[in-house]
């Protein structure tokens, strides 16, 4: 998230390939991206090798796709580094935005729909559990985030800070409204027991529902505090018409913070932090 470097006066700006000077908001800007690199990136390695070897990518397709979103993100925190050192590399970290505001909302989208299903239509989602249902989902979702990515190279070329702003606040409305809806529904699903259930079997299928609505609700609050400081700066950006480093860098701190929400989840959900405390 290398917003705030950007100039939005004239287009030579953008292409000055000296050295800029660092100062305190640069080196705090540093000091995320570096956690984010130095933190993220194993961790949401782990993530994807453990989906891969162990809990098999059929079952876990959405969130093998999220992690690979987050691993290109923590990649691009080295690049996004680097761009502060030297100009020519701020549009390469910006374009990679696509990833933050739409890659990765859409996917957490994905998995909420997914658990959503689950407990209201469990007839639809056992009818669309085939892998091939979620390849073609996570296809549609990769084409997007790649349009989203070239729609943030554009904009940002263009110096368009009103749009851009615009761009990612809706993508933001909608996948929140989304999570939203399927946090709602699943609550109002766990207050209510189907006819005939009772003893073991209804204490399993509360679990169940449980279960799903706390991902749910974990992953709205996390995207939640991902993105709500970056709308609320994109905002006051354009209404005062002042790029504000420190706001941006407030956004990012809490981005970074929350990015790390998934990785504990998945683990926690396989039991994968109890086994390392033990071994």
Same mark, same amino acid.
């Given at each position: ?98 990833? %933050? ?36 989902? *996570? ?9 989203? *990515? ?33 946090? %709602? ?42 993105h709500v400081p970056f709308t609320i700066t994109g905002f006051l950006t354009f209404l005062t018409q002042q790029n504000t480093h420190a706001l941006w860098n407030t956004g990012l701190t809490f981005y970074v913070l929350a990015s790390f ?6 683990l926690q959900r396989t039991g994968k932090p109890s086994r390392l405390c033990y071994s």
């Amino acid at each position: 998230m290398n917003i705030s470097t950007v100039n939005f006066t004239t287009p030579e700006t953008s292409t000055n390939y000296t050295i800029k000077s660092i100062g305190l908001m640069d080196r705090v800007e540093i000091g995320v991206y570096s956690i984010s690199f130095l933190f993220g990136l194993p961790a949401h390695s782990y993530v994807i090798w453990l989906i891969i070897t162990e809990s098999g990518v059929a079952s876990e397709l959405f969130n093998l796709n999220l992690s690979v979103c987050e691993f290109i993100n923590c990649l691009n925190s080295l690049v996004s580094i680097l761009s502060i050192y030297f100009s020519n590399l701020t549009i390469i970290s910006l374009v990679f935005q696509g990833l %933050v505001f739409t890659g990765c909302s859409l996917f957490q989208s994905l998995i909420c729909v997914e658990r959503y299903l689950a407990v209201v239509h469990p007839v639809t989602f056992l009818k669309y559990k085939l892998l091939r249902y979620r390849v073609i989902c *996570c296809t549609a979702a990769w084409i997007i985030t790649l349009g989203s *990515c070239l729609c943030c190279g554009f904009i940002v070329v263009s110096l368009k800070i009103h749009v851009y702003t615009w761009f990612f606040s809706q993508q933001f409305l909608l996948f929140f409204s989304i999570q939203l809806f399927c946090l %709602v529904a699943v609550l109002r699903a766990l207050k209510q027991s189907g006819p005939g259930e009772r003893g073991r079997k209804r204490e399993e299928e509360n679990h169940m529902k449980r279960r799903a609505f706390y991902i749910i609700l974990i992953t709205t609050v996390s995207m939640t505090i991902m993105h709500v400081p970056f709308t609320i700066t994109g905002f006051l950006t354009f209404l005062t018409q002042q790029n504000t480093h420190a706001l941006w860098n407030t956004g990012l701190t809490f981005y970074v913070l929350a990015s790390f929400v998934q990785p504990v989840l998945y683990l926690q959900r396989t039991g994968k932090p109890s086994r390392l405390c033990y071994s």
